[in-house]
């Protein structure tokens, strides 16, 4: 079987609220596959389609050969979750809970032990501590540990490093290239771009539809025009100054710096008179790479012009 997901016009509404519209992927065997997009875009109400939780108002969805709504009781078997939200029972200590996700899949801990010897190893010395008293990275690594321990042929993450410190999302992440050697595919959401920059594929999701799936790389390359970095001292005023700047076609703060992009790709000299004028000193502007954000910013903005000339 080469493909775990195939997904062909899925739709979900809740009350007047279309979540997901016309939503088509698929997803090949051993890949890791990432949807980024910011809150609210639809991520987690799709996972909780492709793990049976919900059913789709539309379209139809397959998974490992099997049909989303009708072979459930299969694919739960053969799938492992581990939601945005820590949800572990607190009160009881992590080898606790790691027995009691084995027994609730009729396997036990040394029978699979290997799988999750990687990541369980990290918390291993804490195996009497009850759950809700370990930090951030520790809980994740529990929770990895638990939707692995049946040995899942498809892993299902949603949002998994939200909240944790930048050391355990890099571990997290060496983690989850371990697990492709075991032949596991892995669906994962993140709003983290340098995240979705480590996914085989990734698709970019806004508001209930996909806008672009593609290997990130050539998502990235994909940015249409050149791209400028500006700073100064004064960050507030510097956007508002480029932002009114006859020349400007977008401005987004991005860290320390504005990422802009001018008509005919290029500031032009006559900016840095404009920038004083406004009140903003010492300004430094260079050429740069775009990243996978300024891809997707690019691409809600063509969206956002298609919707107003349908209009």
């Known amino acids: 079987m080469k493909k775990i997901i195939e997904a062909s016009g899925i739709g979900k509404r809740f009350g007047d609220t279309q979540a997901l519209r016309d939503i088509s992927f698929d997803v090949d065997k051993g890949e890791v596959f990432g949807f980024t997009g910011p809150d609210g875009a639809g991520k987690t109400t799709l996972f909780r389609i492709i793990t049976t939780l919900l059913l789709p108002d539309e379209g139809t969805m397959t998974i490992l050969g099997l049909d989303c709504a009708t072979g459930y009781r299969k694919l739960r078997e053969n799938t492992g979750y581990m939601p945005g939200r820590f949800s572990l029972y607190m009160d009881l200590s992590v080898e606790e809970n790691l027995k009691f996700y084995a027994s609730v899949f009729g396997t036990t801990v040394k029978e699979n032990y290997e799988l999750i010897k990687d990541i369980y190893s990290h918390i291993e010395p804490f195996r009497t501590r009850p759950a809700g008293k370990l930090s951030g990275g520790m809980k994740q690594k529990l929770a990895l540990s638990c939707a692995l321990i049946h040995k899942p042929r498809l892993l299902v993450l949603d949002e998994p490093t939200t909240g944790v410190d930048a ?145």
């Open 167 to 311: 050391v355990s999302r890099t571990e997290f992440w060496e983690m989850l290239k371990k697990l492709k050697a075991h032949d596991i595919t892995i669906i994962v959401s993140t709003p983290y771009m340098d995240e979705a920059m480590k996914c085989d594929r990734v698709a970019l999701i806004q508001n209930g539809k996909i806008l672009m799936i593609d290997q990130p790389g050539k998502i990235r390359d994909g940015f249409s025009r050149k791209l400028f970095g500006v700073k100064a001292p004064e960050k507030y005023r510097l956007i508002t100054a480029l932002r009114s700047y006859p020349e400007t076609i977008t401005a987004f703060p991005f860290g320390d710096s504005v990422h802009v992009t001018f008509k005919g790709d290029d500031p032009g000299n006559s900016i840095y008179d404009y920038l004083i004028s406004k009140g903003v000193k010492d300004v430094i502007i260079t050429e740069m790479r775009a990243g996978i954000e300024d891809r997707f910013l690019e691409l809600m903005e063509e969206k956002a012009t298609v919707q107003v000339l349908k209009e």
